[in-house]
């Protein structure tokens, strides 16, 4: 499925964890990476807001730019990241 690059999608993970993939600026494949959704002050959902170029968690505030690193807190850290593959038969892991 092909998303215009930069495209944040809410996934859920092996152990039922929620991760945003990230289209890569090719829109035709995904970043190496993914991003836990989990806010790291109280684990919120942490939404991606396009119109402000940013996760927002909207129970506390704080907020993550486009790689999850922290702009404000309360957050004590970055999102977390977990490494990502599609293998041959576009399944991703």
Not at 26 to 40: H, N
Not at 56 to 70: L, N, Q
Request: hydrophobic fraction near 30%.
């Amino acid at each position: 499925k092909k998303h215009p690059g930069g495209t944040r999608d809410l996934v859920v993970g092996l152990g039922g964890e929620p991760y945003f993939l990230i289209a890569a600026r090719d829109g035709g494949s995904i970043e190496p990476f993914a991003l836990r959704a989990e806010c790291t002050h109280l684990g919120c959902i942490a939404p991606w807001r396009p119109e402000v170029g940013r996760f927002v968690c909207p129970c506390h505030g704080s907020e993550y730019d486009k790689e999850g690193r922290v702009l404000r807190g309360p957050a004590p850290r970055s999102l977390e990241l977990s490494k990502v593959e599609v293998l041959e038969d576009g399944r991703v892991r």
